[in-house]
């Protein structure tokens, strides 16, 4: 079912986004053994500013087309915010297996860091604040919102780290260990952006950006693609398939929720899983930041609600460890292409499914869980990946 | 009222240093973020409330702001059900923690129009 893939990730590329998507969407159609004129479906999504800059592209299924050669008779667009990858990989099967197309190319990514640098130096600045705000909503409150001072979307995340541990006593220390964890399987990947030895005091000692969240318990802004190719046939890649999915959207501004922060769409997402978590043999957990691997694994059912600060204490979650998580050190060490961290995690399972993890391979990657999860919490989709049964 | 109306009202609120929220009469549904209808019943017997302006720190995170300065932002669950997402302006930091009371404090950020802030109670 995946025929191809390929990616580019780097800390700051120089060319046009267009260029990083040529080059990658070549690779995985060579991967594939295919060409543009075989592909007939195209999923794509789209933030703001990750397309060399522009605040906005009013099709960007076309803009990716067009641009490749490719004449489409399925697009989809996919708007999970950083989960997008992960949501685009089941809508691409789901399209494959009803018969809207016979091989989808899933193009996500750009260059993430394009936007601060547009913020800070150009463009924008001729704009009044609601002017910006007018172009940019992401929600019906806007003005009632961005009228305050805060990180976006640091800020929540803290909030939720900061509950976290008011209501059941999760330390900086724990948080501090599932990066250190994830540190040691970046080590074996050449591919890592951060290598080298991790201490939990490091992370404590590394600088506060928003209490009580950590520089190194956040994902750094890299520009990167992801291109990969779902159909029917076969390739030289192993034969894969969804054995079990679940999504689930959570639209409320963060305020509103009904639900406690501490908990993430993906408590429901899970719920539609049906699949001994035991028999998994590696997961890869959307980690933009320490304190949503945590909360993911809490609500995939991996231990309770509030006990994770022990359960990582308990248990080895690196390569070698009984619960291998982040096999190839996640986005926090890999980095954040497009601010969307699910391309990390869902080519690491990718990789780990077809023994081509490269240093940080774990035995018999029959199994893999994967778990995308939007920004604010908004978005979850969780994949259990396996061969065909 | 329609959307616009009901914003228009929320910032005469602000600017009178009131805090207003919504209620809705059909089902009895409390929300701060303005609607012209009810997001649990779709009714559109809203009544716009003014609240006490008192409440606790839901939770919160401190942050250097681009001009050095220590920022907090949070979300403060209000005494009549609702939560707002906003800034806490204090200089006592100790005080700003999760479950603290807080109150709103106006404060003028686009010319002309203030908007509700909080801060703590001594
Ligand atoms: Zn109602």
Same mark, same amino acid.
């Given at each position: 079912?995946?025929?191809?893939?390929s990616?580019?990730?780097?800390?700051?590329?120089?060319?046009?986004?267009?260029?990083?998507?040529?080059?990658?969407?070549?690779?995985?159609?060579?991967?594939?053994?295919?060409?543009?004129?075989?592909?007939?479906?195209?999923?794509?999504?789209?933030?703001?500013?990750?397309?060399?800059?522009?605040?906005?592209?009013?099709?960007?299924?076309?803009?990716?087309?067009?641009?490749?050669g490719?004449?489409?008779?399925?697009?989809?667009?996919?708007?999970?915010?950083?989960?997008?990858?992960?949501?685009?990989?089941?809508?691409?099967?789901?399209?494959?297996?009803?018969?809207?197309?016979d091989?989808?190319?899933?193009?996500?990514?750009?260059?993430? @860091? /394009?936007?601060?640098?547009?913020?800070r130096?150009g463009?924008?600045?001729?704009?009044?604040?609601?002017?910006?705000?007018?172009?940019?909503?992401?929600?019906?409150?806007?003005?009632?919102i961005?009228? +305050?001072?805060?990180?976006?979307?640091?800020?929540?995340?803290?909030?939720?780290?900061?509950?976290?541990?008011?209501? +059941?006593?999760?330390?900086?220390?724990?948080?501090?260990?599932?990066?250190?964890?994830?540190?040691?399987?970046?080590?074996?990947?050449?591919?890592?952006?951060f290598?080298?030895?991790?201490?939990?005091?490091?992370?404590?000692?590394?600088?506060?950006?928003?209490?009580?969240?950590?520089? /190194?318990?956040?994902?750094?802004?890299?520009?990167?693609?992801?291109?990969?190719?779902?159909?029917?046939?076969t390739?030289?890649?192993?034969?894969?398939?969804?054995?079990?999915?679940?999504?689930?959207?959570?639209?409320e501004?963060?305020?509103?929720?009904d639900?406690?922060?501490v908990?993430?769409?993906?408590?429901?997402?899970?719920k539609k899983?049906?699949?001994?978590?035991?028999?998994?043999?590696?997961?890869?957990?959307?980690?933009?930041? @320490?304190?949503?691997?945590?909360?993911?694994?809490?609500?995939?059912?991996?231990?309770?609600?509030?006990?994770?600060?022990?359960?990582?204490?308990e248990?080895?979650l690196?390569?070698?460890?009984?619960?291998?998580?982040?096999?190839?050190?996640?986005?926090?060490?890999?980095?954040?292409?497009?601010?969307?961290s699910?391309?990390?995690?869902?080519?690491?399972?990718?990789?780990?499914?077809?023994?081509?993890?490269?240093?940080?391979?774990?035995?018999?990657?029959?199994?893999?869980?994967v778990?995308?999860?939007?920004?604010?919490?908004?978005?979850a989709?969780?994949?259990?990946?396996?061969?065909?049964? | 009222?329609?959307?616009?109306?009901?914003?228009?009202?929320?910032?005469?609120?602000?600017?009178?240093?009131?805090?207003?929220?919504?209620?809705?009469?059909?089902?009895?549904?409390?929300?701060?973020?303005?609607?012209a209808?009810?997001?649990?019943?779709?009714?559109?017997?809203?009544?716009?409330?003014?609240?006490?302006?008192?409440?606790?720190?839901?939770?919160?995170?401190k942050?250097?702001?681009?001009?050095?300065?220590?920022?907090?932002?949070? $979300?403060?669950?209000?005494?009549?059900?609702?939560?707002?997402?906003?800034?806490? $302006?204090?200089?006592?930091?100790?005080?700003?923690?999760?479950?603290?009371?807080?109150?709103?404090?106006?404060?003028?950020v686009?010319?002309?129009q203030?908007?509700?802030?909080?801060?703590?109670?001594?």
């Amino acid at each position: 079912m995946l025929l191809g893939f390929s990616s580019r990730y780097e800390k700051v590329y120089q060319g046009s986004v267009l260029d990083l998507i040529a080059e990658t969407v070549k690779e995985a159609l060579d991967m594939a053994k295919l060409e543009p004129k075989d592909i007939d479906g195209v999923i794509t999504t789209w933030l703001p500013w990750i397309f060399d800059g522009t605040l906005a592209i009013g099709f960007p299924e076309n803009y990716i087309s067009e641009y490749l050669g490719i004449r489409p008779r399925f697009t989809d667009l996919v708007q999970y915010g950083g989960a997008s990858a992960v949501e685009m990989f089941y809508r691409a099967y789901k399209a494959v297996k009803s018969g809207e197309a016979d091989r989808v190319l899933c193009v996500i990514g750009g260059k993430g @860091t /394009l936007m601060k640098k547009q913020l800070r130096e150009g463009g924008l600045e001729r704009l009044s604040e609601v002017e910006v705000l007018n172009i940019l909503r992401n929600n019906p409150f806007d003005e009632f919102i961005r009228v +305050y001072q805060d990180m976006d979307p640091i800020s929540f995340y803290a909030m939720v780290a900061a509950r976290h541990s008011k209501l +059941y006593g999760t330390t900086d220390e724990q948080r501090a260990l599932l990066a250190v964890q994830q540190r040691y399987n970046a080590n074996s990947n050449e591919r890592a952006l951060f290598r080298g030895p991790l201490t939990v005091k490091d992370v404590i000692n590394s600088r506060v950006v928003s209490t009580p969240l950590h520089l /190194l318990e956040i994902t750094y802004p890299i520009d990167g693609v992801l291109a990969f190719i779902v159909g029917k046939g076969t390739s030289q890649l192993r034969s894969m398939d969804i054995i079990s999915y679940g999504d689930a959207v959570w639209p409320e501004f963060f305020a509103e929720r009904d639900v406690d922060i501490v908990y993430t769409p993906t408590i429901e997402s899970a719920k539609k899983i049906d699949f001994n978590l035991n028999k998994i043999d590696a997961f890869e957990i959307y980690d933009a930041f @320490t304190i949503m691997v945590l909360t993911e694994l809490e609500d995939l059912g991996l231990t309770e609600k509030g006990k994770i600060g022990k359960f990582v204490e308990e248990n080895d979650l690196t390569i070698k460890g009984n619960i291998p998580v982040n096999t190839g050190g996640g986005s926090l060490n890999m980095g954040q292409p497009a601010y969307m961290s699910g391309i990390i995690i869902l080519e690491e399972a990718f990789l780990q499914f077809n023994n081509m993890a490269k240093g940080h391979q774990v035995n018999g990657a029959d199994y893999i869980l994967v778990n995308g999860l939007g920004g604010w919490n908004t978005h979850a989709t969780t994949l259990v990946i396996g061969e065909k049964r | 009222m329609n959307l616009n109306e009901i914003i228009q009202t929320y910032y005469e609120y602000f600017n009178k240093e009131k805090l207003p929220y919504i209620k809705c009469t059909n089902c009895g549904y409390v929300f701060y973020y303005p609607r012209a209808i009810c997001p649990k019943c779709l009714s559109k017997k809203l009544s716009i409330m003014e609240s006490k302006g008192e409440g606790e720190i839901y939770s919160e995170t401190k942050f250097v702001n681009e001009k050095g300065q220590v920022t907090i932002i949070g $979300l403060i669950r209000l005494e009549e059900g609702f939560m707002i997402y906003a800034n806490i $302006l204090t200089n006592r930091l100790e005080d700003v923690s999760i479950n603290k009371k807080v109150k709103v404090k106006f404060k003028e950020v686009i010319k002309g129009q203030k908007f509700p802030f909080f801060t703590t109670i001594s």
